[in-house]
């Protein structure tokens, strides 16, 4: 186990530094750097130079990369903002949190509804209720989440006048863009619940259950569900990973301070080290969940040997 | 054999494939692949080709929904007699009317030949995005999953990395480092998918070379190269088939999604994604803009998604049948990788029947990696 830790932490760890320095290296050579975009169209050529190893725009890759790593490892310092001079690691330790919630508060409506959707639908498979409830999977899977925000955000917000349109801050200014996140990841797991449950329904011990005179909801709660969950968990647990990193677009539409809308905006400013910072804790952040999820998966499912896989 | 008649040769096989697909689907006295369930409806609609759709209901509902979107497409450029960018002045925000069955948007541009022409940009995003990721997947699976080795290893945890990250960060960069455009887009959606393709070619290379048909063909003398794509590769077409359709639904949907926030499609263009990030700027008094090409756009990818399912229902019986989800699957080798690939919506853990238990029913749980994110 110990042994299957480490192996997978070391994996974790490759991964963060191979996917920093190709990130790295894409951003830095993208055409028009910072220097460019901060000086302006009117700037002669010997300004931009100027200004480029004012920021050390000019040094060899391999140097600043380095030199980039071992700040952010040895004093987690990430560079400053090239927009408006803020420290980096300070700019993504804010977005985290507003992050974090959204996809948390996400996933437990996705959780919530797909048990329901996938329990109703397992309950009697073939009937029109089932084919109803998979159909709306279906549609789930497929409408885009950003456009279902639009069209929540016509009704609720504009004609109904219920809700914010967009914001962050109270109860209130969370319900839409979570409901709109959670719909992919609702289908998701009503699907997996659905099949897991039929065929825990066709297990030996449900129908040994079943002889013994036990009624249908007793068999349900107690033997049915328990067992058919923990693929549900692990889905629930890579959903989580999703809305982390998928988020940018609900952000963007919600004006939610979160890291996606801090990734989206520094793109179009061309400002690197928060592109940089925001991948740097992100793509940690999403490979841990991965991490717990297997680990949960294990500890709840003696029959997953980590060793084998 | 030379390399070009080689290429002709997985070509014609690659043809024929597709033929007998075809064939399969249409003709009404075609061999049965699925063990078809009694039902009541056999009695009511005892038709060949009712039959026919029974067996695969996904395959031919999602057929039907994107020949309606192409076939609307067609007809809204063919018979619209608005240009997709032709300014009309005097027709500013126009609700959906006669003239306009979509309405129009803030410049006077008639949304009905805009959205049906964004069909055609749909069409070319999804194709060729697909495309890139497929002949890549292919290429690099076929050959780590025949040769294995280190190489396969060192590719492989390449692609394992690549596909724990949440694909639409990758595009984001990829979009970022060379500057939001269609065709930057469309490379970035096709690096997206590779590792997808990789995987399950790789993995069902794997257990197909060491199937009887390939050994045969290895001990009749054929090289490398004629078992590699002569005897493998079309014996693990199936599941690549069905996951070029899944895949192309998930690329117009991260595609769109990266046009609406403004990293692809730039706006004169009547990308669907990109009409929609318009039509926000107008929610409270156009509500039309946002509403048409959001629903073009659910048309197509519920139509790829169950096509997809009912390929995999046609093309690979041990699946089962209702519905295709959630029937015990058997399959000789590779079983994890060859289920959750054809099954890229259920990741988390698979069921199988034993080969030797079929008959008995006796399962077990196999647990997936969940660095297995689909896209």
Same mark, same amino acid.
């Given at each position: 186990m110990s042994w299957y830790l480490l192996r997978r932490l070391g994996g974790m760890l490759v991964t963060v530094l191979v996917v920093s320095f190709v990130a790295y290296l894409a951003l830095t050579f993208a055409p028009g750097d910072a220097a460019e975009a901060l000086i302006?169209?009117?700037?002669s050529t010997e300004q931009v130079a100027a200004l480029r190893s004012q920021m050390h725009l000019d040094a060899p890759l391999p140097e600043r990369y380095a030199g980039y790593m071992v700040a952010a490892i040895t004093k987690g310092d990430l560079g400053h903002s090239l927009v408006n001079g803020r420290n980096v690691t300070d700019l993504v330790a804010e977005r985290i949190l507003p992050t974090l919630l959204l996809a948390l508060v996400a996933m437990g409506i996705a959780t919530v509804a797909g048990l329901g959707l996938g329990v109703l639908a397992a309950s009697r498979p073939g009937s029109h209720l089932d084919l109803l409830a998979m159909g709306g999977t279906a549609m789930g899977l497929a409408v885009p989440p950003y456009w279902v925000a639009l069209l929540l955000v016509m009704l609720?917000? =504009?004609?109904?006048?219920? =809700?914010?349109?967009f914001g962050y801050g109270s109860m209130s200014h969370l319900i839409l863009p979570a409901i709109s996140l959670a719909l992919p990841g609702a289908a998701m797991v009503a699907r997996l619940v659905r099949s897991s449950v039929i065929e825990v329904k066709r297990a030996d011990f449900v129908r040994t259950a079943a002889a013994k005179g036990l009624n249908p909801r007793q068999l349900m709660l107690r033997h049915i569900l328990p067992n058919s969950l923990i693929p549900a968990l692990t889905m629930m647990g890579l959903n989580l990973s999703h809305l982390i990193g998928g988020a940018f677009v609900i952000e963007t539409i919600f004006a939610w301070p979160g890291l996606g809308r801090l990734t989206v905006q520094a793109i179009f400013d061309r400002d690197l080290p928060v592109v940089m910072g925001a991948v740097l804790a992100v793509v940690p952040l999403c490979l841990s969940v991965n991490l717990i999820v297997d680990l949960l998966h294990g500890a709840l499912d003696p029959r997953v040997r980590h060793e084998a896989i | 054999m030379t390399r070009q008649s080689e290429l002709k040769a997985a070509a014609l096989a690659m043809a024929w494939r597709c033929h007998s697909l075809v064939r399969l689907m249409l003709s009404p006295q075609a061999p049965c692949p699925v063990p078809r369930k009694r039902s009541a409806a056999d009695n009511r609609w005892g038709t060949p080709a009712w039959n026919n759709f029974l067996r695969a209901p996904a395959l031919y509902l999602g057929t039907a929904l994107i020949a309606l979107v192409a076939i609307g497409a067609l007809l809204a450029l063919l018979l619209c007699s608005y240009a997709p960018d032709q300014i009309l002045p005097n027709s500013r925000l126009l609700p959906p009317g006669p003239d306009h069955p979509f309405g129009t948007d803030a410049l006077g541009r008639d949304l009905l030949s805009r959205v049906a022409a964004g069909a055609w940009l749909a069409a070319r995003i999804a194709v060729v995005s697909v495309a890139i990721s497929l002949v890549a997947g292919v290429i690099l699976g076929s050959l780590a999953g025949y040769y294995t080795g280190w190489t396969d290893q060192m590719v492989s945890r390449v692609m394992d990395g690549w596909l724990s990250l949440p694909g639409a960060l990758v595009a984001i960069v990829i979009v970022a480092r060379l500057g939001a455009s269609l065709d930057n887009l469309i490379l970035a959606l096709g690096f997206m998918g590779v590792p997808a393709f990789y995987r399950i070619v790789r993995n069902t290379t794997l257990g197909a070379r060491r199937m009887p048909y390939a050994e045969a063909a290895i001990a009749l003398g054929a090289n490398d190269h004629r078992v590699m794509w002569h005897h493998v590769f079309p014996n693990i077409l199936s599941p690549v088939v069905v996951l070029t359709s899944m895949r192309m639904g998930t690329a117009l949907l991260t595609g769109s999604s990266l046009s609406f926030i403004g990293l692809g499609a730039q706006p004169p263009m009547p990308e669907w994604g990109a009409l929609m990030a318009t039509g926000r700027n107008y929610l409270d008094s156009a509500w039309w803009l946002a509403l048409f090409p959001g629903l073009a756009m659910t048309c197509t990818v519920v139509g790829l998604n169950l096509l997809g399912d009912g390929l995999r229902d046609l093309l690979d019986p041990r699946t089962g049948q209702s519905l295709g989800y959630g029937e015990a699957v058997s399959a000789e080798t590779e079983p994890v990788a060859a289920r959750s690939a054809l099954e890229p919506l259920q990741t988390g853990s698979l069921s199988m029947s034993h080969v030797s238990g079929r008959q008995s029913g006796q399962r077990t749980t196999i647990p997936m990696k969940s660095t297995e994110i689909q896209g």
């Open positions: 302006g169209e009117n700037a609720f917000s =504009l004609r109904l006048h219920w =809700l914010p349109v | -």
